[in-house]
């Protein structure tokens, strides 16, 4: 295994007390494997994604507890600069605004060139990889990018650097962070199509934040689902667009726009996150599940409850609940998946 992530919490001080952003996440990645990690706003998917590089913003932010196991090596026992030398070398992110990660001072070749040199290689090495780097991902005019500046591009090709600066010293792992949001659906398109290129020439995983199930069709092999600074559901990518188990899951594919619920309403998830100063008792989703009853308010489903092959956190699946209905109360409606599946071929 590649990358172990067990338990980890990540907690906040703030006003309102302790902020538990992070509470309790567990998944893996393995070699060559693509993991997306899905879920709203708020829901702590890209908490987790900084932690995993303890660039969690401090005073406020801290690690509580958890392991992050890679390659067997559990990353919080190691001193910030030992994790200088993992970060841009055997881990390396890129996140959905290059501008923020970008130096706006320095030229674009200074940047890919910096970040080889930091971990050992000489100039002109680092020089010939950069051009080899930006042309790629498909910048038409490697050398004369190098000498530009970040505000001389546009967003597609800051973003495109910004995958050669991630690339550069060929990561065992890329973290993405809503890599193509900004982008047009265009740029998009050959952004993820490179990533996935450049995952099959060199067997990196990739573990990808967003909240876009699109791309969760397109590109992940297995996908975590985060409510509540919890993930809710962990399945093959195939398994969760064919039968989405928990509620919170159905509910983010019911209010996709698709084409055999062409004239209907989308139904959208109402309410919000709670607050994660103050998460509730019971189920985290309670307040905005339409199937929830009152041990649902009052119990925390756990995330293996029994008689569930595939890991999922709600009540439904666990016949030791009581009031638990004898079956499925979705079984019922109309699938909210089959024409995704049918569209994402499958
Ligand atoms: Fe809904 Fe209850 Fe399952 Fe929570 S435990 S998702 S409230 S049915």
């Known amino acids: 295994m590649l990358l172990q992530v067990e338990n980890l919490k990540t907690y906040f001080h703030t006003p309102r007390g302790i902020a538990k952003a992070v509470d309790g996440v567990s998944f893996s990645v393995e070699k060559g494997e693509t993991r997306a990690i ?5 829901c702590g998917k890209s908490i987790t994604a900084l932690s ?25 026992d190691r ?17 959905q605004e290059p501008m923020t990660s970008l130096n706006p001072v320095y030229t674009v070749g ?19 990889r950069a051009l080899e780097l930006l042309d790629r991902v498909g910048i038409k005019d490697p050398s004369g990018a190098l000498r530009q500046y970040p505000h001389e591009l546009s967003g597609g090709m800051r973003q495109r650097v910004m ?8 990561p065992k792992l890329l973290v993405a962070d809503e890599p193509t949001t900004a982008l047009d659906v265009t740029v998009q398109a050959q952004i993820l199509a490179l990533i996935r290129e450049l995952q099959k020439e060199t067997g990196m995983a990739v573990l990808l934040i967003t909240h876009d199930l699109g791309i969760v069709a397109e590109v992940a092999d297995t996908v975590s689902v985060m409510y509540a600074g919890q993930v809710v559901e962990d399945a093959p990518t195939r398994e969760l ?13 019911a209010s996709l726009p698709a084409r055999n619920r062409r004239g209907q309403d989308l139904a959208t998830l109402e309410g919000v996150v709670p607050d994660s100063a103050a998460w509730p008792k019971g189920c985290r989703f ?28 709600c ?17 019922t409606e109309l699938p909210v998946t089959a024409d995704l599946v049918e569209a994402a071929k499958l």
């Open 286 to 313: 309670a307040d905005r599940c339409k199937y929830a009853w009152e041990s649902c308010h009052t119990i925390a489903p756990t995330f293996h409850p029994n008689g569930s092959d595939r890991p999922v956190r």
């Open 110 to 128: 200074w940047q890919i060139e910096e970040t080889m040199r930091a971990h050992g290689k000489n100039a002109a090495t680092a020089r010939a």
């Open 163 to 170: 995958i050669s600066i991630a690339l550069a010293n060929r």
């Open 52 to 76: 995993l590089l303890q660039l969690v913003p401090e005073p406020a932010g801290y690690i509580e507890s958890g392991r992050i196991l890679f390659e067997g090596k559990d990353l919080l």
């Open 79 to 95: 001193t910030w600069e030992q994790m200088r030398e993992v970060r841009g070398d055997d881990i390396s992110m890129i996140f």
């Open 38 to 42: 899905v879920g709203e706003s708020g």
């Open 241 to 253: 667009f064919k039968n989405p188990r928990h509620p919170y899951t159905r509910g983010l594919f």
């Open 315 to 331: 009540h439904l699946y666990d016949p030791n609940i009581s009031g638990r209905p004898s079956r499925l109360p979705w079984l």
